[in-house]
């Protein structure tokens, strides 16, 4: 492993307006506030990498603002002008006597990634052990006024080469919004549904009219942090409960499988803390027999290539929110913009370091704060 210092952090965040809003059952986001950071070694080698909190908790408790007072406050601090045996040692680094905060010490750990794909001049794929070239892509649809509104969008999903449609679904725009959706689309390609948590499992019976749609997946139907009750609606359902919002580390994941809560695991690096974990996570689906895929979250570029390598790991079987750069914005911070190939794979770099560029011109355009980290010593203050 290459052993790294980071020297410097420059956080900023930057505004990037989505194409159009997103909703999903517990909210609506319609302009992204983004923060990225970019780290400097001591030998100079840059990477950049985002955080993937959204504005308001309404997927987790983590915001911008929260992740942008823990990096600054308690994590950067940890890490700046520390000499590092390898990125996999910085999950435990950030994590000591810190609770929380996954998505704040995601950003940090997965840029330490980048930056050690940069120092060993090797695509971040190899670097995080990636066997994959292409990745099959999903879409995931936000929820939509009517059922004949989604069925139009999953129709042209389909048309574009999408391997897999993901509707997201809330009571009272459910099953007949399935319906529609499965109509339209017909019986072969793939379909799941996600709710974010917005049922009970008073909720049950009604959810398992869905197991008439042959859906991949039903991911987060229940609250956030349950998992037993999401043990006793996967007993109630034919359909495979993909679990999102609940996995949270490593310990929740096996859990998860103890419990038998669910059978596929959404698997997001923000959300679970970084790399290491993720790839930990992956590591004991594999051996337990599920299947992982990696979700989204409405990230910029820089994120995206993060999520793409991840993605290139053997157990990401099932396709990955991965949509191209232009299905979310009208100009993406990085070059070349990620694409799908007309076929619904994502083609996975295989350049150094994140394998895109990063468009600083673009980003200085669109940054509307920045506050700049060093290391007070060169010698670790840990
Ligand atoms: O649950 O996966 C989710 C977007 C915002 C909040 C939660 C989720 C999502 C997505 C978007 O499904 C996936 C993407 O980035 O395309
Ligand atoms: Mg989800």
């Given at each position: 492993?290459?052993?790294?210092?980071?020297?410097?952090?420059?956080?900023?965040?930057?505004?990037?307006?989505?194409k159009?809003?997103?909703?999903?059952?517990?909210?609506v986001?319609?302009?992204?506030?983004i923060?990225?950071?970019?780290?400097?070694?001591r030998?100079?080698?840059?990477?950049?990498?985002?955080c993937?909190?959204?504005?308001?908790?309404?997927?987790?408790?983590?915001?911008?603002?929260?992740a942008?007072?823990?990096?600054?406050?308690?994590?950067?601090?940890?890490?700046?002008?520390?000499?590092v045996?390898?990125?996999?040692?910085?999950?435990?680094?950030l994590?000591?006597?810190?609770?929380?905060?996954?998505?704040?010490?995601?950003?940090?750990?997965?840029?330490?990634?980048?930056?050690?794909?940069?120092?060993e001049?090797?695509?971040?794929?190899?670097?995080v052990?990636?066997?994959r070239?292409?990745?099959?892509?999903?879409?995931?649809?936000?929820?939509?006024?009517?059922?004949?509104?989604?069925?139009?969008?999953?129709?042209?999903?389909?048309?574009?080469?999408?391997?897999?449609?993901?509707?997201?679904?809330?009571?009272?725009r459910?099953v007949?919004?399935?319906?529609?959706?499965?109509?339209?689309?017909?019986?072969?390609?793939?379909l799941?549904?996600?709710?974010?948590?917005?049922?009970?499992?008073r909720?049950?019976?009604?959810?398992?009219?869905?197991?008439?749609?042959?859906?991949i997946?039903?991911?987060?139907?229940?609250g956030?942090?349950d998992?037993v009750?999401?043990?006793?609606?996967?007993?109630?359902?034919?359909?495979?409960?993909?679990?999102?919002?609940?996995?949270?580390?490593?310990?929740?994941?096996?859990?998860?499988?103890?419990?038998g809560?669910?059978?596929?695991?959404?698997i997001?690096?923000?959300?679970?803390?970084?790399?290491?974990?993720?790839?930990?996570?992956?590591?004991?689906?594999?051996?337990a027999?599920?299947?992982?895929?990696c979700g989204?979250?409405?990230?910029s570029?820089?994120?995206?290539?993060?999520?793409?390598?991840?993605?290139?790991?053997?157990?990401?079987?099932?396709?990955?929110?991965?949509?191209?750069?232009?299905?979310?914005?009208?100009?993406?911070?990085?070059?070349?913009?990620?694409?799908?190939?007309?076929?619904?794979m994502?083609?996975?770099?295989?350049?150094?370091?994140?394998?895109?560029?990063v468009?600083?011109?673009?980003?200085?355009s669109?940054?509307?704060?920045?506050?700049?980290?060093?290391?007070?010593?060169?010698v670790?203050?840990?």
């Amino acid at each position: 492993m290459t052993s790294f210092c980071v020297d410097r952090i420059a956080l900023r965040e930057i505004r990037l307006a989505l194409k159009e809003p997103f909703r999903i059952s517990s909210g609506v986001m319609q302009e992204r506030r983004i923060a990225l950071l970019e780290l400097t070694d001591r030998d100079g080698a840059v990477a950049w990498a985002e955080c993937v909190a959204f504005q308001r908790p309404i997927y987790s408790s983590e915001t911008i603002d929260t992740a942008w007072l823990a990096i600054t406050e308690w994590l950067a601090p940890r890490l700046l002008g520390v000499s590092v045996e390898g990125p996999a040692a910085v999950h435990a680094l950030l994590g000591e006597n810190i609770r929380g905060h996954n998505m704040a010490k995601a950003a940090l750990e997965m840029g330490c990634w980048g930056l050690v794909a940069e120092l060993e001049q090797r695509p971040l794929s190899a670097v995080v052990g990636g066997v994959r070239e292409r990745i099959p892509t999903g879409i995931s649809l936000g929820i939509q006024a009517t059922p004949a509104n989604l069925a139009e969008r999953a129709t042209a999903a389909v048309a574009a080469g999408y391997r897999k449609i993901k509707v997201k679904i809330e009571p009272g725009r459910d099953v007949e919004f399935v319906r529609a959706v499965r109509q339209a689309i017909g019986p072969s390609i793939g379909l799941m549904v996600d709710a974010n948590s917005a049922y009970t499992l008073r909720d049950a019976d009604h959810l398992a009219q869905l197991d008439a749609f042959d859906l991949i997946m039903l991911e987060q139907p229940l609250g956030d942090d349950d998992l037993v009750r999401h043990a006793e609606l996967q007993r109630r359902l034919s359909t495979p409960v993909c679990l999102d919002e609940s996995i949270t580390s490593v310990d929740r994941a096996e859990d998860m499988i103890t419990l038998g809560s669910g059978r596929i695991v959404n698997i997001k690096p923000g959300r679970v803390g970084g790399f290491t974990p993720s790839i930990a996570i992956h590591d004991i689906c594999q051996r337990a027999g599920l299947p992982v895929w990696c979700g989204g979250m409405l990230e910029s570029g820089i994120g995206r290539a993060y999520n793409v390598a991840l993605a290139s790991l053997a157990n990401f079987s099932l396709p990955g929110d991965l949509s191209p750069s232009a299905r979310y914005w009208a100009r993406d911070i990085v070059s070349p913009e990620w694409t799908m190939e007309s076929d619904g794979m994502v083609r996975v770099p295989t350049a150094p370091g994140l394998g895109v560029a990063v468009d600083t011109d673009f980003i200085d355009s669109i940054t509307v704060r920045t506050q700049e980290l060093a290391s007070r010593t060169a010698v670790a203050v840990a």
